[in-house]
């Protein structure tokens, strides 16, 4: 599985923006997806997930505030993030739990199969 994200940009403060994902075969035995970020100086954090069980979790930071969504009849997964704030300013990474080998090794605690980021800046 190939992951691709888009929508990132340089946006104000209170701005939104919707990040999408889409993957080849993004469906086909995926278990888990989520949304992570990962500032300069910073370890990568997790931000939105979407659990085996299509639980939503979010970090504390972002609840209120972001959205993570999957469209099951295009195989793309969303972040819709409103009321952006300059610390919400990362490089965003949409990541997924592949294979039922893996996923009963690890269940949802560790992604398999990364995109390559896309930056978003939010400035005060």
């Known amino acids: 599985v190939q992951l691709v994200e888009s929508g990132g940009g340089s946006v104000q403060t209170g701005d939104s923006l919707r990040l999408s994902c889409s993957g080849s075969?993004?469906?086909?035995?995926?278990?888990?997806v989520g949304w992570f970020r990962q500032a300069p100086r910073k370890e990568r954090e997790e931000v939105a997930t979407?659990?085996?069980?299509?639980?939503?979790t979010y970090a504390d930071s972002v609840k209120g505030r972001f959205t993570i969504s999957y469209d099951n009849a295009n195989d793309i997964l969303y972040l819709q993030m409103n009321s952006l704030r300059p610390e919400d300013t990362a490089t965003y990474y949409c990541?997924?739990?592949?294979?039922?080998?893996?996923?009963?090794?690890?269940?949802?605690?560790?992604?398999?199969?990364w995109g390559q980021g896309t930056q978003v800046t939010v400035s005060s």
């Open positions: 979407i659990e085996s069980d299509g639980e939503t």
């Open positions: 990541a997924a739990v592949v294979g039922v080998n893996h996923y009963s090794d690890y269940g949802c605690s560790r992604y398999n199969q």
């Open positions: 075969k993004f469906a086909f035995s995926t278990f888990c």
